[in-house]
Antibody
């Protein structure tokens, strides 16, 4: 059974940093691209960033230059390093597994972790 | 980036109704289009991928069609469990993008 478990969310001040983690299990992690998708309170879904199985990163325009995606295939873990955080980054952040090639649809999702950027 | 526009934003319907949601792309997404269902406080759930392929376990009352820049999600006979928000997502480009969502509410 595929499981994705996010952690690392919380309250951070504007301009601050935070690192999210997503622990994956139930599939061969290194074979699949992974993404972060966020959802601001009461708003729609926004793709944030993706990383190929081999480590090539891709970013949405609103986070490029501030966020860094990475993965540790030996630990089956996905990361999102978030710097220079703004109020508009406040959202639930979901980790999502992609299909067999990239780019792709998201076939499994975690439960999400809430990031709140506020002073 | 390919922009995705869904219509309508909100749809009021009754159990048993046939429901259609449209998703338009700013440029061709070919058939690289997925649909998701999301309920409040929950993660999205994949319904359809490659425009018309039903994900395993998804009821057959859901169907998808389209290619290029226009796509539709149809629920043939709306059930109580189907009241939710639906999103389209293109994956023809490395900047994956979602539509803004369509909320299906009780009429």
């Amino acid at each position: 059974e595929v499981q994705l478990l996010e952690s690392g969310g919380g309250l951070v001040q504007p301009g601050g940093s935070l690192r999210l983690s997503c622990a994956a299990s139930g599939f061969t992690f290194s074979n699949y691209a992974m993404s972060w998708v966020r959802q601001a309170p009461g708003k729609g879904l926004e793709w944030v960033s993706a990383i190929s199985g081999g480590g090539s990163p891709y970013y949405g325009g609103s986070v490029k230059g501030r966020f860094t995606i990475s993965r540790d295939n030996s630990k089956n873990t996905l990361y999102l390093h978030m710097n220079s955080l703004r109020a508009e980054d406040t959202a639930v952040y979901y980790c999502a597994k992609e299909g067999e090639w990239e780019p792709n649809y998201f076939d499994y999702w975690g439960q999400g972790t809430l990031v709140t950027v506020s002073s | 980036d390919i922009q995705m526009t869904q219509s309508p934003s909100t749809l009021s319907a009754s159990v048993g109704d046939r429901v259609t949601i449209t998703c338009r792309a700013s440029q061709s997404a070919e058939t690289w289009l997925a649909w998701y269902q999301q309920k409040p406080g929950k993660a999205p759930k994949l319904l359809i991928y490659k425009a018309s392929t039903l994900e395993s376990g998804v009821p057959s009352r859901f169907s998808g069609s389209g290619s290029g820049t226009e796509f539709t999600l149809t629920i043939s006979s709306l059930q109580p469990d189907d009241f939710a928000t639906y999103y389209c997502q293109q994956y023809n480009s490395y900047s994956r993008t979602f539509g803004q969502g369509t909320k299906v509410e009780v009429k």
